[in-house]
T-cell receptor, first 115, second 113 residues
Framework: GAVVSQHPSRVICKSGTSVKIECRSLDFQATTMFWYRQFPKQSLMLMATSNEGSKATYEQGVEKDKFLINHASLTLSTLTVTSAHPEDSSFYIC???????????FGPGTRLLVL | GENVEQHPSTLSVQEGDSAVIKCTYSDSASNYFPWYKQELGKGPQLIIDIRSNVGEKKDQRIAVTLNKTAKHFSLHITETQPEDSAVYFCAARGPNYGQNFVFGPGTRLSVLP
């Protein structure tokens, strides 16, 4: 099956710093990638959708200047949490779809803790 | 927009018994329904999916059924094992909301040895 990786798997940072999370599709070309946020014992909350080479589409309530998304190639998307604060602490998960844009394949997630 | 409900929120079964999780959706145009399994601290993994032109699909111990008229689909796990313990999410996708999935709230399944 399709494999999606994320890096780092967990990160601890100080309040006010920026953190970059990478999402890679390892064995397929991901025309679309999605970024989700998940709080403990809750479902997946879609933050934004990104298509390769174009600007991301953000969901209502998600600050695009705070959560910068770049999808520069068919195998890589990055999420940068700028000026992170403790309330940004969460589990961030990316997913990717291939050419038929049907099934989403998820990465292993990145746990962010902002002190 | 689409709304996906999922029941039960928690489910405990004895090892070897069957488990059934049910989801309902609101948009009759939805045409693709995947099921994901998420273990603690990991990303969701696709375990089975079904398209709207099929009523049932089976893969070893896992099966999914779809009732388009009633707008519900169910996950069936037979001969449950402790390693089946996880959170299971259903999702729906359709032409009215582009490429996005709408996820159910999840079901925490515990298989007791």
């Amino acid at each position: 099956g399709a494999v999606v990786s994320q890096h780092p798997s967990r990160v601890i940072c100080k309040s006010g710093t920026s953190v970059k999370i990478e999402c890679r599709s390892l064995d397929f070309q991901a025309t679309t990638m999605f970024w989700y946020r998940q709080f403990p014992k809750q479902s997946l909350m879609l933050m934004a959708t990104s298509n390769e080479g174009s600007k991301a589409t953000y969901e209502q309530g998600v600050e695009k200047d705070k959560f910068l998304i770049n999808h520069a190639s068919l195998t890589l998307s990055t999420l940068t949490v700028t000026s992170a604060h403790p309330e940004d602490s969460s589990f961030y998960i990316c997913s990717a779809t291939d050419d038929n844009q049907e099934t989403q394949y998820f990465g292993p997630g990145t746990r962010l803790l902002v002190l | 927009g689409e709304n996906v409900e999922q029941h039960p929120s928690t489910l405990s079964v004895q090892e070897g018994d069957s488990a059934v999780i049910k989801c309902t959706y609101s948009d009759s145009a939805s045409n693709y329904f995947p099921w994901y399994k998420q273990e603690l601290g990991k990303g969701p993994q696709l375990i089975i999916d079904i398209r709207s032109n099929v009523g049932e699909k089976k893969d070893q111990r896992i099966a999914v059924t779809l009732n388009k008229t009633a707008k519900h689909f169910s996950l069936h796990i037979t001969e449950t094992q402790p390693e089946d313990s996880a959170v299971y999410f259903c999702a729906a996708r359709g032409p009215n909301y582009g490429q996005n999935f709408v996820f159910g709230p999840g079901t925490r399944l515990s298989v007791l040895p």
